[in-house]
């Protein structure tokens, strides 16, 4: 199956579980299949556009050519099936057809928007899935106090022991609050298992630290990208912008994700 078939089934809800999470997969890695998912999504959007515009003017057709008395019976008592019987079916099939069309264009206004927005949001996951894959893989600890037990957590993590990993980090934060290394690497790996409320958490913490080069707010932007409920995008927004104004650690990939959110 090629690329255009695949994308066009995971539009259409047609792969199985595996398929589509293998999918998903691909696109968080793969660019140009990313790219390839916005390109049919803006394609269909286009071609729906283009039926809309046609459905519409045959819509201004047909309402022009109704005569002004089709909706006015113009002998008070007739027979049903008398002679104007074709004229009342005829004004009451283009009142049905006129409804229908009107449901066609609220239809497909309606999922225009839809998949603009599924084409966005698309493209903006996929971009941050590669920040983070390229960010977010291996570790490399600090010196402080805690170097043993950080290294270990480093090594947890960069042989892919996650959850082992945060278990040690977390065992430093309960000894050392304010340590940032422990509090940053914890927010990256409850970053990376999809844990975003306790990843948001501990990047805000991190950001109240009083830091020379401090990415806080920059990776608690990405938490809330990433957990997307309602009203987490503006929440974004604003701390990209914070982060952009002050000048604070992450700024061009902020000023990139905005331009990807806008």
Same mark, same amino acid.
């Given at each position: 199956?090629?690329?255009?078939?695949?994308?066009?089934?995971?539009?259409?809800?047609?792969?199985?579980?595996?398929?589509?999470?293998? %999918?998903?997969?691909?696109l968080r890695s793969d660019q140009?299949?990313?790219?390839?998912?916005?390109?049919?999504?803006?394609?269909?959007?286009?071609?729906?556009?283009?039926?809309?515009?046609?459905?519409?003017?045959?819509?201004?057709? =047909?309402?022009?050519?109704?005569?002004?008395?089709?909706?006015?019976?113009?002998t008070p008592v007739r027979p049903?099936?008398?002679?104007?019987?074709? +004229?009342?079916?005829?004004?009451?099939?283009?009142?049905?057809?006129?409804?229908?069309?009107?449901? #066609?264009?609220?239809?497909?206004?309606?999922?225009?928007?839809?998949?603009?927005?599924?084409?966005?949001?698309?493209?903006?996951?996929?971009?941050?899935?590669?920040?983070?894959?390229?960010?977010?893989?291996?570790?490399?600890?600090?010196?402080?106090?805690?170097?043993?037990?950080?290294?270990?957590?480093?090594? #947890?993590?960069?042989?892919?022991?996650?959850?082992?990993?945060?278990?040690? %980090?977390?065992?430093? =934060?309960?000894r050392q609050p304010d340590n940032?290394?422990?509090?940053? #690497?914890?927010?990256?790996?409850?970053?990376?298992?999809?844990?975003?409320?306790?990843?948001?958490?501990?990047? +805000?913490?991190?950001?109240?630290?009083?830091?020379?080069?401090?990415?806080?707010?920059? #990776?608690?932007?990405?938490?809330?990208?990433?957990?997307?409920?309602?009203?987490?995008?503006?929440?974004?927004?604003?701390?990209?912008?914070?982060?952009?104004?002050?000048?604070?650690?992450?700024?061009?990939?902020?000023?990139?994700?905005?331009?990807?959110?806008?």
């Amino acid at each position: 199956m090629d690329d255009f078939a695949i994308i066009e089934s995971y539009v259409n809800g047609q792969l199985s579980p595996t398929e589509k999470a293998a %999918f998903d997969d691909a696109l968080r890695s793969d660019q140009a299949l990313a790219d390839a998912l916005a390109f049919y999504l803006l394609t269909k959007q286009v071609a729906q556009q283009e039926a809309r515009e046609q459905r519409r003017a045959e819509f201004e057709a =047909l309402r022009h050519q109704l005569p002004d008395t089709a909706f006015v019976e113009e002998t008070p008592v007739r027979p049903l099936w008398g002679s104007t019987s074709g +004229r009342w079916i005829a004004a009451a099939a283009s009142i049905v057809l006129l409804l229908g069309l009107g449901w #066609y264009f609220v239809r497909s206004s309606t999922g225009l928007g839809d998949q603009t927005e599924v084409a966005e949001n698309t493209a903006l996951n996929a971009q941050i899935d590669q920040y983070i894959e390229a960010n977010f893989t291996t570790l490399s600890p600090s010196m402080s106090g805690e170097a043993d037990s950080l290294q270990t957590g480093v090594e #947890y993590f960069n042989t892919g022991r996650l959850a082992d990993a945060g278990r040690v %980090f977390d065992g430093i =934060l309960q000894r050392q609050p304010d340590n940032d290394t422990a509090l940053k #690497y914890a927010g990256i790996v409850s970053l990376r298992l999809g844990n975003y409320d306790q990843a948001i958490t501990q990047f +805000r913490r991190l950001s109240q630290l009083d830091l020379i080069k401090n990415p806080g707010l920059f #990776y608690e932007a990405l938490a809330y990208l990433k957990r997307g409920q309602p009203m987490d995008k503006s929440q974004a927004e604003k701390l990209l912008d914070e982060v952009i104004n002050k000048n604070l650690d992450g700024k061009q990939e902020a000023e990139e994700l905005t331009k990807a959110i806008h």
